[in-house]
Antibody, heavy 119, light 110 residues
């Protein structure tokens, strides 16, 4: 069974840092692009970042460039999101997802981890 | 950047057909994907490549894409179809490889 399990969310003060993790199982992790997508409370989905299979290409939404870093460890079947200089508007549920680049869709998704940025 | 526009809400009676639109400039030239999200749950892919269904998705779900509008059609709507639906495209040709989601449509089953 394909499974993605996020962890690392929590409450952090503005300006603080947090590192999210996503543990993958049930598929060949190293063969797929991976992504982070977030959803602010009561709002829609927003793509955050993508990373190529070998980590050689990374892409970010403009609002997180220079603050967030996506990375992966194929030996550990894990995806990460290092979030620095956090702002209130980064408050959201963060989902990791497999990105199928033959067409650019996301399937499957993890259950998400909540990040709350507040003083 | 590319913008996808969805109606905030659509209402339909059980057994009827629901159509959820996704508007974008020349969206017919792009591949459109659709997700269903129920409260408190992660999104689930229901349509990819405009009209293909992943395994496990009922045949009642179908999609089309032409001109400036893509459409998700749900036939014989059931109470369990009540959810938020999002369209999505990927601009693989751009330098930024942008991913864009529509704002989402809340489907209410009357």
């Amino acid at each position: 069974e394909v499974q993605l399990v996020e962890s690392g969310g929590g409450l952090v003060q503005p300006g603080g840092s947090l590192r999210l993790s996503c543990a993958a199982s049930g598929f060949t992790f190293s063969s797929y692009w991976m992504s982070w997508v977030r959803q602010a409370p009561g709002k829609g989905l927003e793509w955050v970042a993508n990373i190529k299979q070998d980590g050689s290409e990374k892409y970010y939404v403009d609002s997180v460039k220079g603050r967030f870093t996506i990375s992966r460890d194929n030996a550990k079947n894990s995806l990460y999101l290092q979030m620095n200089s956090l702002r209130a508007e980064d408050t959201a549920v963060y989902y990791c997802a497999v990105m199928v680049t033959s067409g650019g869709w996301f399937d499957p998704w993890g259950q998400g981890t909540l990040v709350t940025v507040s003083s | 950047s590319y913008v996808l526009t969805q109606p905030p809400s659509v209402s339909v009676a059980p057994g009827k057909t629901a159509r959820i639109t996704c508007g974008g400039n020349n969206i017919g030239s792009k591949s459109v994907h659709w997700y269903q999200q129920k409260p408190g749950q992660a999104p689930v892919l229901v349509i990819y490549y405009d009209s293909d269904r992943p395994s496990g998705i009922p045949e009642r779900f179908s999609g089309s894409n032409s001109g400036n509008t893509a459409t998700l059609t749900i036939s014989r709507v059931e109470a369990g179809d009540e959810a938020d639906y999002y369209c999505q495209v990927w601009d693989s040709s751009s330098d930024h490889r942008d991913v864009v989601f529509g704002g989402g449509t809340k489907l209410t089953v009357l």
